[in-house]
């Protein structure tokens, strides 16, 4: 630790600050997984009640893996700025140890109403000539199961030594544990990588099994990466409206900033690349996604995406003034929103189809939304109780403290 910082005080999370939030959490969480459970069960609304959990389900699969991303890139790339806002990032990707739990419903539709999600499921392959050709031996259910079971039990493995050994940390302030945590995080990048790509084919390509695109992962990755940095932006930001985090200032929010500029950029680039290449090669195969999005009432959504998530993101992003000030936070909860209109364009036109845009239907996505945050959120508390607010035995903490753009 260097002589010229002193080292602070390790800051521990007071329960009574997270109480009335854990309540509020409960119930939010206890109401939206009702009435999602409702939608699933009554035979008018079984078909949307499971397009709207898969969608609830994969937005927040996206934060809890963009965030183990931000964390193995940390360790992977021996950054020196994140180190105070580290633990917050640990904190939510604790999380995916319990997610698979959400899967369940979606399993549950896979083994009893395999037509509703996924129609290669039941498909004939004699008259389906894409799978009876290459795509018969990815999409078949032992390699389904098992590729579940892959991306659970390695994401959540990766999450859960990365968080025990910074944990471990703070108690013997080993630099073993830096060296171990690099280890695992170099290796947990390409997981990261592999685990949303094959979700992303598994669970939202495969709607549509006969859809082709080969930039469908990074496409994925670049909203991801994105909107768990704003994620970790508005934590963070709360826990300091708590008195927390005291070690964290304007330049860490700069840097947290220009992290959100560069994901709006590439994902602007990345979903500009897709739709280029697509409608330029103009195969039935590929353009048959984008011609149910910009038909109907899905135009109006598609374009508010493509305006509402680069163009006006780009501009604010670029002033250094906004990302030092409290403003960041609202362009955070932008990004996220985004992100939610993103996801809700790739997988609920799969449900309605011809029929276009419906608003009953975005109503009806709230439920498994608040159903699925609040517990999530009522978890991530109970994290926060569990160790310091950030790492204070890091060898790396002095660098941060003093960070400067």
């Given at each position: ?14 329960p ?8 509020v ?5 206890a ?17 949307m009640?499971?397009?709207v ?21 940390h360790?992977a ?46 498909a ?35 999450a859960y ?5 910074s944990?471990?940390q703070?108690?013997?302030g080993?630099a ?15 997981v ?6 094959f979700?992303g ?31 970790l ?6 826990l ?10 304007e ?27 697509i ?17 109907g ?11 509402g ?5 780009f ?5 250094q ?14 990004i ?6 993103d ?25 498994p ?19 310091p607010l ?5 060898p ?10």
């Open positions: 630790m260097s002589h010229h910082v002193k080292a602070p005080a390790a800051e521990k999370f007071d009574k600050d997270g109480q009335f939030a854990q309540k959490c409960l119930g939010l969480g109401i939206g997984l009702i009435v999602s459970a409702v939608l699933l069960l009554l035979p008018q609304t079984k078909d009640g499971a397009h959990w898969l969608f609830a389900f994969f937005y927040f699969f996206t934060l809890l893996v963009g965030c183990l991303f931000w964390t193995c890139l360790h790339t021996d950054s020196e700025w994140s180190v105070v806002v580290r633990r917050q990032l640990e904190n939510l990707t604790g999380l995916l140890t319990k997610y698979w739990v959400f899967f369940i419903p979606i399993a549950l539709l896979c083994v009893f109403r395999a037509d509703t999600l996924y129609h290669w499921m039941v004939d392959p004699h008259k389906d000539s894409l799978l009876a050709g290459t795509k018969g031996s990815y999409l078949n259910m032992p390699f389904f199961w098992a590729r579940v079971g892959l991306i659970f039990g390695f994401l959540a493995l990766i030594v990365l968080r025990k050994l944990m471990a703070d108690f013997d080993s073993k544990h830096t060296f171990s945590m690099r280890k695992y995080a170099i290796a947990g990048i390409p990261v990588a592999l685990g949303l790509t979700a084919i598994d669970w939202l390509k495969a709607l549509n099994h006969h859809w082709f695109s080969t930039m469908w992962g990074v496409y994925l990755f670049a909203g991801a990466a994105g909107a768990s940095m704003a994620l932006v508005l934590v963070v930001s709360w300091k409206s708590k008195g927390y985090l005291k070690p964290v200032t330049e860490h929010y700069h840097l947290m900033g220009k992290f959100l500029l560069a994901f709006t950029i590439f994902w602007a680039y990345i979903g500009y690349s897709q739709y280029m290449l409608t330029y090669a103009n195969i039935e195969e590929e353009t048959i996604y984008f011609r149910v999005r910009t038909t009432g899905w135009y109006w959504v598609s374009t508010f995406l493509v305006f998530r680069f163009f006006f993101m501009v604010p992003l670029l002033f003034g906004l990302k030092k000030s409290s403003k960041i936070n609202f362009c955070a909860a932008w996220l929103f985004m992100q939610f209109v996801l809700f364009l790739i997988i609920i036109p799969e449900f309605t189809k011809s029929d276009g845009f419906d608003p009953v239907v975005l109503v009806a996505s709230i439920f939304i608040i159903g699925i945050g609040g517990v999530l959120g009522y978890f991530f508390l109970k994290n926060l109780k569990q160790g950030f790492p204070t035995k890091d790396r903490l002095a660098e941060s403290l003093k960070f400067t753009n």
